[in-house]
């Protein structure tokens, strides 16, 4: 089975703490507007012996991605093909701010019937996901 994220990336260059602060000191506008792409990350489905191996490779996938042309091209193919063809399938939403990871996940009841086992291996995989990182940042720690 084949199965891609959908990634939202921010497309304005990180401006930084320091760079604001020196913005508002000189009275320049800071609020510039959103401006966000989106990257198709692969994912695969399986286990293997360390569940972060998933995560790193991830990230490594999303950083490459993030800035080639992909995120700005894909943000205008989205829009064109939900004009076309509406919601369909699964979607799902992450948000991290604060220390605070929340997922959203909307499903076409007609393509996956069983939304409680769909929730509860979601559960499941993070979960594996968290033990694994506990387990490494304590082995870092004692190395």
Known sequence: MRCR?????NLRPALGVQAIAEMIEKNVAVIQG???GFVLIPL???ESENPLDYVHKAKTS?????HSLESQCTF???QL???LFGFKG???HVCSYANKLTFTIAVDEGIIPDLKQLGDDFIQSFMLIKEAAHH???ATKLD
Not at 62 to 66: E, F, L, S, V, Y
């Open 44 to 46: 695969s489905i399986g």
């Open 76 to 78: 205008y193919a989205s």
């Open 90 to 92: 699964i979607m799902v």
């Open 5 to 9: 994220a959908n990634v939202i990336v």
């Open 62 to 66: 999303m950083d490459r991605k993030k």
């Open 136 to 138: 490494t940042k304590l």
């Open 81 to 83: 093909f939900l004009k």
């Open 34 to 36: 959103n401006c966000f």
